[in-house]
């Protein structure tokens, strides 16, 4: 009888065991099912996509320099060819992983991927999503069927993969919507040296008449600082670029043009800068600026401002874009409700003849704003904000609390 006691104390106590254990894997399961959802949650607000964490700008290196890992690149150009073979493709992962950048790595190459049969091999030789970030097509390409095909060829064997290509001008070929089922991401140049024709204000003008389309289908809009040649010198015979100051801050007030005209993200050709020239040093003064009102710009929420210029050119025909405000102002809410007004002038030097704006921003609601970087405060108390604003200057007014503090 003891026995049979001790036997049905140790089942009983068996069974109490395995409920526990139930209950306890039932529990962590559903919190990792719900760690798991929170993640996929944060994810989607991860910049500048849901593959992982990076700060809130893109900066391309070379592989022949190493100016991209010293600046913490996100995006890498490896192999750029008009050919690229799957084993070429396969050798430039496996660089980038070497270089400790493989979350982040773009590879380029020319037509051979429009075939699946390209993806198939590379996956053949073991790659995987998690073996590189994306791809980005090859350079500016005409064709929208050519990038459909190879963003489909890709897909079908690197799901996740990330597809992007820099379009510059979309007004000159295929319209924009018809890239749109080719890529996730689309890069919209900021240089304008090189289109003499082409005001300063077309950075904002490109975007204002291109982005909604790619927003409203689930993609990616991102400005990109490229520039070359004399995009980036001090040229004593153009008064927009006579000064080292000048083209740093022609580099910042297409930044800014980017932010206003509804880019995501922005992305710098790194490689292009040598560290001490102008613009360089343009992109590394914004970039904190530009880190510090990201949570606006991620949150997407943004209203254009009625602006009455009364002094100084009052506007400036943009193509694309039509007719813009000599200064053009938003305002911004982040996702916690706080409001943020930016505003830029949309004229260089010789297009408002060094003269500045004065500009009254109407519709703001009232209450005191942190100027941004300027040290000063501004008191609205009729919905209207009144200042001056010089040639490629920009100004980010934030509404203080009911505290008077951030």
């Known amino acids: 009888m003891k026995n049979r006691d001790n036997l049905c104390l140790t089942v009983f106590t068996s069974a109490i065991l395995i409920c ?17 959802s929170s993640n996929d949650s944060s994810s989607e607000d991860e ?3 849901p593959r992982g964490t990076a700060p809130p700008y893109g900066m391309m290196g ?5 100016q991209f890992l010293e600046d913490n690149a996100t995006l890498v150009h490896l192999g750029w060819s008009t050919y690229i073979t799957p084993q070429q493709f ?15 790595l773009v590879v380029t190459g020319g037509p051979q991927m429009e075939s699946e049969s390209f993806w198939e091999e590379v996956r053949g030789m073991g790659v995987t999503d998690d073996d590189f970030y994306g791809v980005y097509f090859p350079d500016e390409e005409g064709s929208p069927s050519t990038l459909i095909s190879m963003y489909t060829g890709m897909k079908k064997y690197f ?3 990330v597809a992007g290509d820099y379009l510059g001008d979309m007004q000159t070929g295929p319209d924009d919507e018809e890239f749109i089922p080719g890529l996730d991401v689309c890069y919209f140049t900021s240089y304008t040296k090189f289109h003499p024709e082409r005001p300063h204000a077309w950075v904002y003008g490109n975007l204002i008449s291109n982005a909604p389309d790619w927003k409203n289908a689930g993609k990616t ?14 040229n004593a015979r153009d008064p927009d670029l006579n000064t080292t100051k000048k083209v740093a801050d022609r580099h910042e007030s297409q930044v800014v043009m980017g932010i206003l005209g509804g880019a995501q993200g922005v992305f710098s050709y790194a490689y292009k800068y040598a560290e001490g020239t102008p613009g360089y040093t343009g992109w590394e003064g ?16 943004r209203t254009l401002l009625a602006t009455d210029v009364t002094s100084g050119r009052t506007n400036i025909t943009s193509d694309p874009g039509g007719t813009i405000s000599s200064v053009t102002a938003y305002m911004f809410t982040d996702a916690d409700g706080r409001i943020l007004v930016a505003s830029s002038s949309m004229l260089d030097f010789t297009e408002s003849n060094g003269t500045a704006s004065d500009a009254t921003i109407t519709g703001v609601p009232e209450g005191r704003y942190d ?32 505290t008077g503090t951030e």
């Not at 100027?371 to 490629?392: F, K």
């Open 90 to 104: 396969v050798d430039n992962v496996n660089r980038g992983k070497q270089l400790g950048i493989s979350k982040y």
């Open 62 to 66: 070379w592989e022949t320099g190493t």
């Open 286 to 301: 914004f970039k904190p600026k530009y880190e510090e009102v990201w949570p606006w710009i991620m949150n997407d929420s």
């Open 47 to 49: 910049f500048p996509y």
């Open 371 to 402: 100027v941004l970087w300027e040290n000063r405060t501004v008191n609205v108390t009729d919905g209207t904000i009144r200042d001056a604003w010089e040639p490629y200057e920009y100004h980010f007014y934030r509404l203080q609390n009911d």
């Open 20 to 36: 526990v254990l139930i209950i306890g894997l039932s529990a962590a399961q559903t919190s990792g099912e719900q760690n798991a």
């Open 159 to 161: 799901p996740d993969a």
């Open 221 to 234: 809009v991102y400005l990109t600082t490229e520039a070359f040649g004399q995009a980036l010198e001090v």
